[in-house]
């Protein structure tokens, strides 16, 4: 018994350093990517949106008239000038919309001076619920570095589905419903065109690469 055990651990042994392995060299080859990628070709890293259809067409947004959570009245002109970061999601999400809040928010304090001009928008998919005061109150332990957006449900899905956002609203059994939605975090040149994406899923060091890229272009 004492040998079979001891052949059993070396197993599970083996098999872990094997799995590390395959994770370092994968790691390896998107950091590259990441570094990169963005500044040698202006045709976006990864298509944004979770199953969305687009050919290979890079999406850039469309024009649009929404509402800031201060209140104030936005549009697509916003997104021009900065390098900018787009997120939607919306307040009653349970979970990858408040980490990828906070994967954003803090990516943009560690970038600390190299930050510039970079600005980020949290977009309610969700405005039924999420009036300016709901969305205001959300993202408020983030508000110094992101700002939230809300507005009428149709112009909503049409910028969202002008990013290649996945937008569906969800039945539940107890009469509630949720909101199924791509969980990309968009990243945005200076001209307001698409120029990368990362997820809550991704490693923080490449996803700040990323920040810090479109913030060179």
């Known amino acids: 018994m004492k ?4 052949i059993l651990w070396s197993a599970v042994g083996l098999a872990v350093v094997v799995v590390l392995a395959l994770f370092w060299t994968t790691s390896q080859q998107r950091s590259s990517t990441a570094q990169t990628g963005l500044l040698s070709n202006p045709i976006p890293l990864e298509q944004p949106g979770d199953g969305a259809s687009s050919g290979n067409r890079p999406m850039n947004g469309s024009p649009f008239s929404l509402i800031e959570a ?3 009245p936005i549009t697509e002109a916003a997104f021009a000038g ?3 970061v787009l997120f939607f999601g919306f307040t009653y999400c349970p979970e990858i919309c408040p980490v990828s809040l906070y994967m954003l928010s803090t990516l943009i304090d560690d970038l600390g001076d190299e930050r510039g001009d970079l600005q980020a ?3 309610s998919v969700d405005p039924e ?3 300016p005061e709901v ?3 959300y993202i408020s332990p983030f508000a110094h570095n992101i700002r939230g957006i809300t507005g009428d449900l149709a112009s909503i899905e049409a910028l969202a589905a002008s990013w290649g956002i996945f937008v569906e609203k969800v039945p539940l059994d107890d009469g ?3 909101v199924d939605h791509g969980a990309s975090i968009l990243l945005l040149d200076r001209q307001g065109r698409f120029r990368g994406a990362f997820d809550h899923r991704d490693n923080p060091v490449i996803a700040s690469e990323k920040l810090k890229l479109i913030l060179a272009l």
């Open 121 to 123: 928008f949290f977009i």
């Open 129 to 131: 619920r999420d009036t």
């Open 82 to 84: 900065r390098p900018t």
């Open 3 to 6: 040998t079979f055990r001891i």
């Open 70 to 72: 201060n209140g104030e």
């Open 176 to 178: 509630d419903y949720t």
């Open 135 to 137: 969305v205001q109150s």
